[in-house]
């Protein structure tokens, strides 16, 4: 099922097709589907990747034109993360920033922060890192202690962050902190902006389970940022934390959806070269593996058809993360199944192929963006209106 | 193509929703349930005269509104959730469906009408002893005579063959599978009851001995009339299933609101929170499994909706089974007994698991329908 939105968009479709047959060649094309929200492969190559993209003006299709986009609606960024994932071109290395900081900045943020790193976003200048979780605060936000005190015209942070993706390569990083020390929980937490180029700062990676350095730990001591880096109101982190995490859970279903009918169909190519169709057990599977990606895409087309009617999307965009998680935890498991003892054998330096890393990187997929733990408790509590677990 | 639901439809959806809590309430379903008939006449007027729901997807030169599959499947959803017991899917979803797709205009003309003023209750016979929903499972045969068709064999499962008014029978005829017209006062026509294990749905066993039959269409065409209309109807059934579903998880969910074990209520607890998660997880899937379905059909796309209805048949099934027996769990021991309405829902999940053919018969059809 193709999503038509008319006219404008069809042509707004068209030069986006044609700009990206004519582009995602050579080094790009040969990286076509690598790296996804939690993969650091390929990493010279997907930036120089953005910077094309950058160039042709794709990036920020939806923000205004004053900041470097493109000043479209919303029907025309789902249209381009549908065309961009339907090209299979490499993921964004800017992602974080494209999909998380960004849309906060536009959202909450002061117009001189937005005029500061709006456009270097943007022209690929600088990378940025969410600085949300720590170690003893994973899904449980609200157990921030990284803490931040305001000394005259800056303030001083000294705490340290995890599972910051991408960390190795930030240039600035937007972090969760808490400025009233008093505080407890969701209170007394602000957002603030905050440069790694100081001796404050000390950045360590973190291999993933893949052999990627996908993440990293971050260590502040002491390190200063302006007093005009709060985004959103002092003390008001929590708020602004969580209008970002709505927005990642909900954009990134739907280029995952995409990649994940690949799989399906490689799944299914692999299954018939290896004569598996013939096994009724692994045909059962096979096709419940296709039929959970065609739901996905219908779950997704009912959210981005709420959307752009400017309803408010009902109970399946927050089901959807659960569902699309733990189906493509299964895909893989099925693959790796259907390629056999082959399907164990990697590359040198620990070189992955593609549905070997997919299926890996599918073990985070439970876990990053609000655990599936947390999205139980959340369907169980927001949507369905079930009382809250007794606190201590 | 829109995929949202517009404003009318989210009206059509509370008109029926209020009617049907007020004439398919739990004693209502309960009545008709232990009634060998399991209908209730004024309840099936008023669905036709106040709401026009017999006729809804009708085109209105046969008496209907004309409305979609969309509207149709707003219906079936709300039907579901209220365990309607009147021979709604019989007619609308098999009868009507039945008629509307086939190549005969004077017996759409002759037949519809009746359907969508209510006045007629009719069915769709296909499956016979061995219980198939393919070409090669239909055994009953008609021959022509001077005096027209006649039907010879059984049909079985037949959904409100008891009831209906008119039944549409497939049968093999020297030029291939036909469809046939048989009036419920027919000439050979015996008719069984076959008491079910889901009460909300009746069924019968139909025999026919020389049966005076009308043909429906021309003769030997009439399997890819009954393979759409079969697809159609397992679309709307999945819809039905999603309704079913939805009402009871919103039943175990009130429950573990109120009901307090070791000093809280259980729906506090993750053992059961996240149960109740998982159930709406499975239930907002099976919705998109169901309204692809009704767009594709919408849409006039008949190789989308096959894979579709596969899909959603095989999804939904399972879905509403699993729903319905969860709720039974966290109703705990109340939930299993006969005055509490959890098993109502159960049993219709596991009949309608093979109303139209296995969650597996689904996936092998589909697997075709992909070239798997």
Redesign the interface.
Known sequence: ?EL?FGPAVRDFREELRDWLADHLVGEFAEHRGVGGPTDGAAWEVRLAWDRELSAGGWLGVGWPREYGGRGLGLLEEIVFEYEYARANAPYRATGNALDLLGPMLLKVGADEQKKRFLPPILAVEELWGQGFSEPGAGSDLASVRTRAERDGDEWVVSGQKVWTSFGVHADWLYVLTRTDPDSVRHKGLSMLLLPTDQPGVEIRPIRNLAGQDEFAEVFLSDARTGADMVVGEVGQGWRTAMATLGIERGTTLLPQQLTFEREAESL?EL?RERGA?DDPML??R???A??SV??MR??N??T???LT?G?TP???AT??K??ASTRHQQLGHLAQELAGPAGQIVGADYGLDTRQRSFLLSLAETIYGGSS?I???I???Q????????RP | MDLTFSQEQDELRTVVRSFLAKYSDEAAVRRLAADPRGHDAVVWRRMAGELGLQGLAVPEEYGGSGFGYVELGVVFDEAGRALLCEPYFATVALAAEALLRCADDQARADLLPGIASGATIATLALTEDSGRWDEPGIRLTAHDTPDGWRLTGAKTYVPDGLLADLLLVAARTPGGISLFAVGADAAGLTRTPLPTLDQTRKQARLEFADTPARLIGPEGTAWPVLERTLATASVLLAAEQVGGAAAALDAAVDYARIRVQYGRPIGSFQGIKHKCADMLVEIESARSAAYAGLWALDAGDDTETAVAAALAQAFCSEAFTKVAGDSIQIHGGIGFTWEHPAHLYFKRAKSSEVLLGTPSYHRELLAARLGI
Do not use: S
């Not at chain 1, 949507?383 to 007794?390: A, M, R, Y």
């Open positions: 099922m038509d299914i299954a169709l045909r059962r096979i096709v419940d296709w039929i065609r739901v219908t779950t087309l009912r981005l058809a709420e009617a309803r009902g109970a399946q089901t959807a659960l569902y733990e999205q139980r408790n369907i169980g509590e949507i369905l209106g079930l009382p809250k677990e007794p």
